[in-house]
């Protein structure tokens, strides 16, 4: 027996017309798979705001390492939140610039209050946390 469920949904054409072509420019097979996409978006913006529940997530960072002191409070940082990273990966974009990414599984709260700190260090050129539920 199947988990899956059929039902009708009533659309103005023209939000039928912006599935169609939401669908087609993600490469989407189906209306289905498009609107099980979008819901679980909603559903993961909706668990962000849930602190009973843990999410995964990255935090990918582009950063000055040749900045005095970057380095030691980075660290600092993130033996702060130990508990919530599972891993980091480091790359050299170039001579100034690293670009890295750190996993992370943990209450939302605590993810967004981790990314908060990192983003806000001298030093950070860009940054941008991304939640995801499993």
Avoid: W
């Avoid at 600092?76 to 990414?101: F, M």
């Amino acid at each position: 027996m199947s988990d899956i469920v059929r039902f009708g949904v009533s659309l103005k054409k023209e939000r039928l017309k912006a599935l169609d072509e939401f669908a087609a420019k993600k490469s989407f097979p189906s209306r289905s798979r498009a609107l099980t996409f979008i819901i679980e978006e909603a559903l993961v913006d909706q668990a962000e705001d849930d602190d009973e529940r843990e999410l995964c997530g990255a935090l990918v960072i582009m950063y000055d390492h040749h900045r005095n002191d970057f380095m030691s409070s980075f660290v600092a940082v993130q033996h702060d939140y130990h508990h919530v990273i599972l891993t980091s990966q480091h790359i050299h974009v170039d001579h100034h610039t690293c670009l890295e990414t750190i996993t992370l599984k943990g209450k939302p709260s605590v993810l967004k209050e981790l990314s908060d700190r990192i983003l806000a260090m001298k030093g950070i050129k860009h940054g941008r946390l991304v939640l995801t539920a499993f």
